[in-house]
Every structure is written in C-alpha cells, then in structure tokens.
C-alpha cells in the first residue's frame, strides 16, 4: 500500500467517524423531538378526552367526543369497552401508563365519573411519523456519504500535493544513481518550508558524495604517482643486482637504496592513513596531553635518525593541551624531520614558549626559503618540492585540532610556527 493510499484512508477514518456521530446525533436528536412532541399532543388530546366524556351530557356524551386523524381513544369500565375511536378495543385493553405498542404512541389514566372507575386511553398512529423519521435517516447517509467522498476526493488531491515533492524527489534521485553522479542536482516544486529544506540537504549531500568521490579519485591517482618512482627504483635496484658483473659493494649500495625506497612507502602509507582519518568527517578522540613531555620524547626519535644534525631546544615545562598524542606526535616527526633533512648548516631550533595568549611551537632552520602556499585549498593542487604529502598531512592533522600551520622566510631561516591558544 502507498504512502497516498495510506493518508487517504487516514482521512477517510477520521472525518468518517466525525460525520457519522454527527449524522447520528442528528437523527436521534430529531427522533427526540417528534416524540416529545407526540406526548404533548398526547396530553392535550388524553385532557381533552377525559373533560369531555366528564362535563359533557349522558345522551351527548359520545357524540361530542373529539377525533383526529392520527389520533384515537378508547375507554373502559370494568375492562369492558364501552367507547371506542379509530383502534380496536382490545389492542388497548391491558396497557397502563404511557409508551409504544405497535406502531402507536398511547397514554392511559383512570378517572371517577360518576362514582364509576373509568379506564381512559389515547394514542397516537406513528405511521407518519417513522415515514418521516426514515426520510430523515436515508436523508443523513446519503448525506454523509456524499460527505466522505467529497472528503476522499480533497484528501486525494491534497495528499498529491504533499507527496508529489518526496516523489520527484524519489524518481530524480533514481534517474541520477543510473545517469550518473556529475554536476547532478534535485530540483523539486516547492510547496513549503519543508520541501525546500529538502531539496537543499539533499542537494548538500550529493555534492558531499560527489566532493568525496572526487577526492577518492585523486588521492587514487596521487597513491599511483608517489608509489611509482620508488617502485621504479627499487625495480632497477634488484634488476641490476642479478647481473654477474655486480661487485659486492655496489650490491650493498643496491640494497642501500633499496632499504630506503622502502622507507618511503611505510611513510608514505603511513601519511596517506593519516590524510584519510583527519579528512574524514569521523570526529577524533582528543585527550588532556603534556605537550611539554610529547615533544622532548619525538625530539629523542629524531635524534636517533638525525644524530648528526644540531638541535637547539628551549621547551616550557609542563604545557597542557587537548589532542590526540598520536596525530600530533606525527606533526612533529615531520616538522623536525625535514627541518633536519633540509637544513644548510646542520642546526635545527626548537621552542615551545607560553604566555598570556597560550602557548607557540617553533621549528625553523637555515635554508633556501620554500615556496608555501597560505591557502590550504590550493595547497591540495601543488606540493611542495621536497616535503612531499606530509606537509598537507601536517595542515590537516592541524585543521582537525583547529590548529593551523604558520610559515615565514626571516634571515635566511625558515620558520614553521603553531599556535595553541588556551581553551576557554
């Protein structure tokens, strides 16, 4: 069953039960009142029979005694009927009270006249009554069912208009996964707020899926151009070194090479898993960390594969921040170790001060100045020679902490300063 086959029904219960009350108390409420109004004339004629048969002379007593139409009489003495008028004596003979028998309406009383116990009956034939209320009862189905189709056909009509928008929406979404994902956006007929917040969150997430398709896309293509040329190496490493003329020193160089091709691709991989956790919209786990202590022991790492180079540290103690250690602990790696790689006189400085707007890591070294770029949209299109991915692994680790990565060229050094402003 669809959705507007559904409502409609729903219409249909709910103002089906209202008409259908209202039809009812209707026709009870008339059937009420006619026969309140029988009573009445019920009484009148019953007072009408009695002080006629009671003032009216013996001789001209049955004579003068009132008739209607609709209305009849009988009187009893002694269970004997002795006056009769439109009703068979009998019919009426065991009835006390007032009520219904048959198809009449009849009210009865004893009365003294003469010192005789007098058994006096009227009646009302309801013949034309029940003529008139079953009028009035075909009259409120007929009524009520013309209402309930006028109510269905509404209900329809306006059901239509409501799910019309949800199914274009539908069919467009259906004709787009066969078509294609491209430039493809849902356009619906706004028929209020809500269609058009619709169409807008709908039309937000195709062109999130088709951002992410895209990106998937290029980063495909970037994994395919950074594996190439270490894959090549290491080809040309291992090719030459199944040649008889390769002399045991230059097969160490070989395997020298080797080694570090390899190197790279646990690097590169590494940052490549990165760059999809941080560009992912999973939120990431952040925890109270020393950042004081974090750096001092990735300094130590550093120096293990940079023992050569200079590292000039000045470090406050015990700086508090709210990240997580493992993503910035990289941040670090990768400042420090192209800081070390890149340096023209074999120094690197390192500073992590705090004041009264919060705390700074610096990292700079002497060198030729790089060509950085400030926009980390455009940042995605060009890389720097040199630094490789990790650079953009190291602003998005940074956009995912709301850190971002400074860079300026002073005397001949550069500089590579993240700010950590207190939290609040």
Do not use: W
């Not at 539908?170 to 028929?191: A, C, P, Y």
């Not at 390899?262 to 999809?276: A, G, N, Q, W």
């Not at 100045?369 to 020679?385: G, R, S």
């Amino acid at each position: 069953m669809t959705v507007k086959s559904k409502i409609t029904l729903l219409y249909l219960f709910t103002y089906g039960s209202i008409v259908v009350s209202l039809g009812l108390t209707v026709f009870f409420v008339l059937r009420n009142l006619e026969m309140r109004r029988i009573d009445n004339l019920l009484i009148s004629f019953h007072n009408d029979i009695v002080n006629t048969y009671k003032y009216a002379g013996e001789e001209n007593r049955l004579l003068t005694l009132a008739g209607d139409e609709d209305l009849g009489f009988a009187i009893y003495t002694d269970e004997v009927p002795i006056a009769s008028f439109r009703a068979e004596p009998e019919f009426f003979k065991a009835v006390t009270g007032s009520g219904t028998k048959g198809d009449y309406r009849f009210r009865s009383s004893f009365e003294i006249i003469e010192g005789k116990e007098e058994k006096f009956v009227t009646f009302y034939d309801l013949d034309e009554s029940q003529k008139y209320l079953r009028f009035v009862f075909v009259t409120i189905v007929i009524f009520s069912l013309l209402t309930l189709l006028i109510v269905s056909v509404v209900g329809m009509v306006f059901t239509r208009k409501l799910i019309n928008p949800f199914e274009e929406a539908g069919n467009q979404l259906e004709r787009i996964s066969r078509s294609g994902l491209k430039n493809s956006r849902v356009e619906l007929r706004k028929t209020g707020e809500e269609v058009s917040k619709l169409e807008r969150e709908i039309n937000k997430s195709l062109i999130r899926i088709e951002q992410l398709i895209e990106d998937a896309k290029q980063m495909s293509s970037k994994i395919a151009h950074e594996l190439r040329t270490p894959l090549a190496v290491m080809k040309t490493n291992l090719q030459l070194s199944l040649t008889k003329d390769f002399s045991e020193d230059t097969m160490r160089e070989a395997l020298k090479s080797t080694l570090g091709e390899v190197d790279k691709l646990i690097r590169l991989s590494e940052d490549y898993l990165l760059l999809s956790r941080t560009e992912s919209s999973l939120p990431i786990e952040k925890n109270l960390i020393n950042f004081s202590q974090l750096l001092l022991q990735t300094i130590e790492k550093i120096l293990m594969i940079h023992s050569d180079k200079d590292l000039e540290i000045d470090i406050a103690p015990d700086i508090v921040i709210r990240g997580s250690g493992y993503m910035l602990e990289h941040v670090i790696i990768n400042l420090l170790d192209n800081a070390c790689r890149y340096t023209t006189d074999g120094s690197v400085e390192v500073k992590l001060i705090s004041d009264e707007h919060g705390s700074f890591l610096s990292i700079s070294n002497m060198g030729k100045a790089i060509d950085f770029v400030q926009n980390e949209e455009l940042e995605e299109a060009k890389q720097i020679k040199g630094y490789g991915l990790g650079l953009r692994v190291v602003r998005s680790i940074l956009r995912a902490h709301g850190l971002k990565l400074e860079y300026t060229h002073l005397d001949g050094k550069n500089i590579f300063v993240i700010d950590f402003p207190f939290e609040e």
